[in-house]
């Protein structure tokens, strides 16, 4: 019995006979594939190939797939492969072999790309419908909270609700007047830049007064306030939810809607108009600064040019939309973060995306009050 694997290659005219010999086995890997591939050329120049296998003293699963592949391959070149001497105890095996992967896959299918943009339109459509569907419902569910506070002053939470305040509000105004100032320069900065062409440089407070007081000014404040108080509101809302804090108000019989989300709502419904305000008199005061050293008109001519440039009526439009836009954003940062699953993957999505629709939200907003105010003239 040989204790290495053979194979032996007797060509016939233009017929070619393959006889392995000795154990065909796994442990012989390395041996096996060289013997395959040295008969390949071979098995391409003959016509008929014989694959005699009454040499083998040993076979298993990987040496009947070697000499399976040896026979697939002399098919695959129009050859006709015979296998002969297949011993009684191996024959189950090579019959099992030989039926592996016989199947041709069938090919993919490519998706109509017609019926692929509807899926997705079908898609976002079911998503924007239940994303109005859980604002209406907090809304609802707000308003509610509400009423119970008006008939029962005394289950407001005021240790909550000043708590708040003192973190959307008093806390933000460093940074709120900071960002209004550098808006209000750089808008100064570049009416002083392009309207000197035209030797209309005192339009330039025009534009800075009015542009601060009805649209940059709160828009801006807005857009701060949702990414900063508005995604710690969903993540804290989402932390006490996979915690299942919230469930357990439930279970004790309290409404998490008015412990946890109504003073947070309530304390950015009266925190944003004062830091729009707060906001606006910087960004005013920042193009004050650039109007003196950049575009040199005394502080005197700026104050009094901004007199003749805007009214009370630019200011209530600024300040009219804040609460609104303060409604919004809380709305959407509770709402989302009531929405958090039991992960921290869940958790960061849900942050994200309330950042991203509370700005989207407030400056769809901020649109459709402009254009309600240019309808009624102010």
């Known amino acids: 019995m040989n204790s290495e694997p053979l194979l032996l290659a007797t060509p016939s005219g233009d017929a070619l006979e393959l006889r392995p010999q000795g154990p065909w086995i796994a442990a012989n890997v390395s041996a096996l594939e060289a013997l395959s591939r040295s008969v390949g050329v071979d098995v391409d120049r003959s016509r008929a190939v014989t694959l005699d296998m009454s040499g083998i003293s040993a076979l298993d699963t990987l040496g009947a797939w070697i000499l399976e592949k040896m026979s697939r391959k002399a098919a695959l070149s129009g050859r006709s492969p015979e296998i002969v001497g297949v011993a009684d105890h191996f024959s189950g095996l090579m019959d099992e072999v030989h039926q592996v992967n016989r199947h041709t896959p069938a090919p993919a299918v490519l998706p109509n790309p017609v019926l692929l943009r509807l899926n997705d339109l079908g898609k976002a459509t079911i998503e924007a419908r239940e994303d109005i569907t859980v604002f209406l419902q907090m809304l609802g569910a707000l308003f509610i909270a509400v009423m119970g506070v008006v008939r029962r002053p005394r289950t407001l939470r005021l240790t909550s609700l000043v708590y708040q305040l003192n973190r959307i509000g008093f806390q933000a105004i460093p940074i709120v007047i900071l960002i209004t100032f550098l808006i209000g320069a750089i808008i100064a900065q570049q009416g002083f830049f392009h309207f000197r062409r035209f030797g209309a440089e005192s339009y330039t407070v025009d534009m800075v007064g009015i542009l601060v007081l009805r649209e940059l000014g709160v828009l801006i404040v807005a857009i701060m306030v949702a990414g900063r108080s508005g995604s710690a509101y969903t993540a804290e809302l ?39 305000f707060i906001g606006s008199i910087s960004a005013l005061y920042g193009g004050g600064l650039v109007a003196q050293f950049y575009g040199g008109m005394a502080p005197a001519i700026y104050i009094a040019r901004l007199h003749e440039a805007i009214s009370i009526a630019h200011f209530e439009v600024g300040i009219l939309k804040a609460p609104f836009m303060a409604l919004v954003i809380g709305i959407v940062a509770c709402s989302e973060g009531l929405r958090v699953k039991g992960s921290a993957e869940s958790l960061g999505r849900q942050t994200t995306t309330s950042v991203v629709k509370s700005i989207f939200l407030v400056i769809v907003l901020d649109g459709l009050f402009a254009i309600f105010f240019a309808s009624i003239g102010m």
């Open 238 to 276: 989402g932390s006490m939810k996979m915690r299942e804090e919230i469930d357990a108000l439930s279970t004790m019989g309290l409404d998490p809607v008015e412990i946890l989300i109504l003073p947070r709502v309530a304390a950015l419904v009266i925190a944003l108009p004062i830091l729009a």
